[in-house]
């Protein structure tokens, strides 16, 4: 989609034809569905469907293609005689979050300034172009940034009006839901008092539709010119944390999924939930990687590359716990593993005295650099360098959780 940057059709109209898409959305389901749906559920997909998401542009994720070259007339503007030049035309890409129609969207208020993009919202991808008619770094750097200030002046004025909206969904889709509702109902009505009877093979419980899930940010490239490192975005990365904090929390209370399972049972279990939560990327399980077959890995599928490596071990004390630490950092972290975890799953009965053990421990390891705050109650950050480049940083997460039956 090419546009000029928040300016394409005013917020009323946008407001107005969004309001006359939702209730469109509501009356096309079609009466039966209406008046046999989960009324609740059915509201709750509508407010997920039509929430705008706020849009945020990561800086870190620029990338500069290599420039196209041509020619183009110019005059010089006292002689009357034209001249051709060399002109460099460059594709300059983020990533971005959020609903990308609202690139968009002229705000109420709104800086006087736009500059054409290029929005790809399937990739969350947007872009635009900078030209300069010389090899001058300064030059392309200086355009560039007036066009970024230029494409982007009014993204904050945009989010305002898409948590003005956002305020006023729930309200807007109760009401419009409920008039839709009664038109039905007042039709039936009529129908009984005239005695046309409803085909009673449409009087079953409708389902409604499964809320999507938010879209998660894929791996995105690191900030080089004419580079494409994959690696994980912190968004994924907090993501695929939380997933699995709260997988594991939920299994601690039902029993039946882990008592007498292994660590490669239980490691299925979050397989399970990893293997379809996020596009362009496969999770398997004892994959090897460098000097052995690790538990959990997440790759990007376009090139094979690695987005993160996880272990799963049962806590059998101090010094195992110190083993399991030195095996997943020397034998199976490449130099270009930044995000790992170690799952515990403990089943001594005094969790807490557990707990504050690993704490300690930790800090007792030669790979370990300082932590780096807290996700959960048992969830803990940690940054941790390589064994083979003491420059090389590694994210680490250790999560313990109580699977005492």
């Known amino acids: 989609m090419r546009v000029k940057a928040f300016f394409e059709i005013d917020s009323f109209s946008f407001i107005d034809q969004l309001t006359e898409r939702l209730k469109k959305e509501i009356e096309g389901k079609g009466k039966e569905y209406i008046l046999g749906v989960d009324e609740n559920e059915c509201k709750k997909y509508l407010i997920s469907e039509f929430t705008l998401e706020p849009l ?38 983020y990533h971005f979050t959020g609903s990308g129609v609202l690139f968009r969207i002229r705000p109420s208020q709104w800086v006087m300034t736009s500059h054409e993009i290029y929005v790809d919202s399937k990739q969350s991808i947007v872009s635009f172009s900078v030209k300069i008619y010389r090899q001058d770094a300064e030059e392309f750097k200086k355009e560039k940034n007036q066009a970024y200030g230029s494409a982007f002046a009014n993204l904050n004025n945009a989010n305002v009006e898409a948590g003005s909206w956002n305020n006023r969904l729930e309200g807007l889709v109760n009401s419009s839901f409920t008039n839709i509702k009664t038109k039905f109902q007042n039709e039936n009505d009529f129908f009984a008092a005239i005695n046309i009877k409803v085909n009673p093979n449409t009087a079953s ?3 409604a539709p499964t809320i999507t899930k938010k879209v998660i940010p894929q791996p995105t490239v690191k900030n080089k010119e004419f580079s494409s490192e994959p690696m994980m975005s912190k968004e994924m990365y907090d993501d695929l944390l939380k997933v699995v904090y709260e997988s594991g929390k939920s299994m601690e209370k039902k029993p039946a999924l882990y008592k007498d399972k292994d660590e ?53 004390g101090a010094s195992e716990f110190q083993k399991a630490l030195s095996q997943l950092f020397d034998r199976y972290l490449t130099w270009r593993d930044s995000k790992a975890a170690l799952l515990m ?14 704490k300690d421990e930790v800090k007792k390891h030669p790979y370990y650099k300082r932590d780096n705050g807290t996700r959960g109650e048992t969830s803990f950050s940690y940054l941790f360098r390589l064994p083979q480049d003491e420059n090389k940083d590694v994210y680490f997460e250790i999560m313990l959780f109580h699977y005492d039956k």
């Open 264 to 316: 490669e049972g239980l490691r299925d279990q979050f397989l399970f939930v990893l293997e379809t939560r996020y596009e362009e990327t496969t999770a398997t399980g004892e994959t090897f990687n460098r000097g052995g077959k690790t538990d959990i890995i997440l790759k990007y599928s376009k090139d094979g590359s690695n987005l993160f490596v996880a272990e799963c071990k049962f806590w059998h």
């Open 345 to 358: 799953f403990v089943k001594n009965r005094d969790f807490s005295n557990v707990i504050t053990t690993l």
């Open 205 to 207: 419980i409708f389902t």
């Open 56 to 93: 945020k542009i990561d800086p870190s994720t620029e990338i500069i293609e290599k420039p196209t070259k041509t020619n183009e007339s110019r005059d010089d503007g006292f002689y009357g005689q034209r001249y051709e030049v060399e002109v460099y035309t460059f594709t300059v890409k």
